[in-house]
């Protein structure tokens, strides 16, 4: 197996907030939805659907409550939860839909990263609002927003992380 730096690769991810216009292209975002397809769910339920807005007039619709920078992103996913295929834990009935889709929006992130596209997980959005421009169902919950487009600075922001003896404990 070839030599791959995924910490590098975590590093190197980082929540973008400012956009060149440049247009992605379909292999690239086709990459990107790829490792969302690949994302890992409970028992494999994959309770979650997708959907690619590129239209200018439905991104500045979605991201009305949002960042203004986030306008300029050339695409937009909206990571949406189906919480009646989601696996539910039978000890207390915990539903796995958000994580499931975080999961696989990480994912989004990270092959962002890796193709050199910068991205953003965006969870202040009018839901009401994405429910319309999605003309999403009943069973259809939006959770998340990801703005994609190449990052208009170059510089990947310091991250401020906790040491990890902070963070972690041993049990």
Not at 19 to 34: P, V
Not at 106 to 113: D, Q, R, S, Y
Request: charged content about 30%; hydrophobic content about 40%.
């Amino acid at each position: 197996m070839e030599d791959f730096d995924f910490i590098g690769l975590c590093e190197r991810r980082y929540s973008c907030r400012n956009y060149s216009d440049l247009k992605i292209e379909k292999e690239t975002l086709d990459t990107i939805l790829r490792a969302a397809q690949l994302a890992p769910s409970a028992c494999n339920r994959q309770p979650w659907r997708f959907y690619i807005v590129e239209d200018a007039d439905k991104r500045a619709e979605l991201l009305a409550k949002s960042k203004p920078a986030f306008l300029a992103a050339p695409v937009v996913i909206a990571a949406v939860g189906l919480h009646d295929v989601a696996w539910h834990r039978p000890s207390d009935g915990k539903d796995h839909t958000d994580i499931d889709v975080a999961i696989a929006v990480e994912h989004i992130c990270l092959a962002a990263a890796d193709q050199g596209v910068g991205s953003c997980w965006v969870c202040s959005f009018d839901v009401e609002a994405a429910r319309r421009v999605l003309k999403l169902t009943e069973g259809e919950e939006p959770i998340a927003l990801i703005p994609l487009g190449y990052p208009s600075d170059a510089a990947i922001p310091n991250k401020d992380r906790k040491p990890l003896h902070e963070i972690i404990r041993h049990a």
